[in-house]
């Protein structure tokens, strides 16, 4: 097989093999249910509870804040429609951005269709939330901010301290979807005011499917699953115990080596935007150039149309992601592109690279080659450039 | 996602590239949805479509499509062309995924609108041609940073 360059990490990771070590004894030697009496059970349980420690000591919280959920989507959804149920007396105002995931905007969407008011905060150029715009947003009614932590597309790192300091002064609860940045960036929840967050395991070199919510201790919100008494009877089902160990050893292992990686990671992707900028013309790069995720890359290639590019990077072994309309399924280019005031017609040219723990300097350089050859054989299949050329030549 | 035929038709698409001095140029969709294609074509006094080309910014598919209808029309008379459907396009490239299907629909567009152009410029009128309602000279002007 061709060899792969696996530039998407932002859509998913690899599970680290300490990771699927650690978790395959729980699928064949540990496989009592936590919530039973006898010790073989409890075995479970203790596995379980030493990955929320983990977990909990990642983010400054407490072991019993931590609650276990399917995913990063169900944690968003958990946070948003919870927490309005439970604070509907006090008003039915939500204030979120407009470069939200999916897991919160169509959330919101439904909020809406309930009831419920949402205020869908502007960003500037970089992707970056107003402060002032929320400031201006928040209303006696509003219970609810919940404002990504860092953008899954274009890796802008919002001002979560600011946000969380604002939040508190109004006495606003804040929730942040943070699943992109969560030990990609160092959080502490008490430090930044979060009251709560979620986040996902397979971001994180961990195992899909499982992802946690914090919840402050002292913020009301109930049960989103009912049945049994897991997750402090907020969050039923048989705990699934090998997900959770492989979590908190992802974490563990992710934690660890936070800063060697983003330091790796950042200067590989300088050193990938700067040549794509120096090397192809018509190009700019999205998202905030300093305040943005380690591994993340953000490009604009004008007369160029992001699926095209996609397939042909994936013809020479390159997965990447792009924001253009063919690839949402919609005939509308990313939101997030749009909200930062792009044209369609440049949305349409993006490329999205993520960049992970095992990327080599030889794999940005081939790929920088694969992108300056395709960008120029589709440009001269493109009649957006002929016109352009033509205009001004 | 795509059949085997679209792929091929991506990876090496047929008949890219200008006509100068074209007997009818086409261009239709707009930038805003993503898929722009333009088509020349080189009619000779008999009426046979003697050479075409194509130049296309879009998807996969509205690659794939472009090719395939350039090579349907290619040869053939100019009422010929006109019986290339969206509908033939897509049978000639075994498929497409429904989204993309408004792709196929761009292809049959642009050819019209090239034998539009053709018709106008000669000052006749063809059987059966409608004057196209897609075209991009009418959209407004790129920007560029
Ligand atoms: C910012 C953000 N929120 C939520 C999710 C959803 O997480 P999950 O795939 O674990 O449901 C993702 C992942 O795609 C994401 O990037």
Redesign the interface.
Known sequence: MKKMIYLDNAATTRTAPEVVEAMLPYFTEYYGNASTVYEFGAKSKEAISKARETIANSLGAKENEIYFTAGGSEADNWALKAAAEAYKGKGKHIITSKIEHHAILHTCQWLEKNGFEVTYLDVDEFGVVKLEELKKAIRPDTILISIMFANNEIGTIEPVKEIGAIAKEHGVLFHTDAVQAFCQVPINVDELNIDMLSASGHKLNGPKGIGFLYIRKGVKIRSFLHGGAQERKRRAGTENVPGIVGFGKAVELAIASMEDRSEKEQKLRNYLMERVLKEIPFTRINGDRTNRLPNNVNICFQFVEGESLLIMLDMKGICGSSGSACTSGSLDPSHVLLAIGLPHEIAHGSLRLTLGADTTKEDIDDTVDAIKEIVTQLREMSPLYEDYMKKNH | MYSEKV?DH??N?RN?G?IENASGVG?VGN????????IFLDIDEDGIIKDVKF?????????ATSSMATELVKGKTIQEALQVTNKAVMEALDGLPP??VHCSLLAEEAIHAALWDYAEKNGIKIEGLEKPKNDISEEEE????
């Open positions: 792929m991506f990876k698409p890219v200008e261009t930038a805003k949805c993503g898929d722009i294609m333009r130049k296309t910014f879009g998807c996969g598919a509205a690659v989204v993309k790129e920007e560029d940073y």
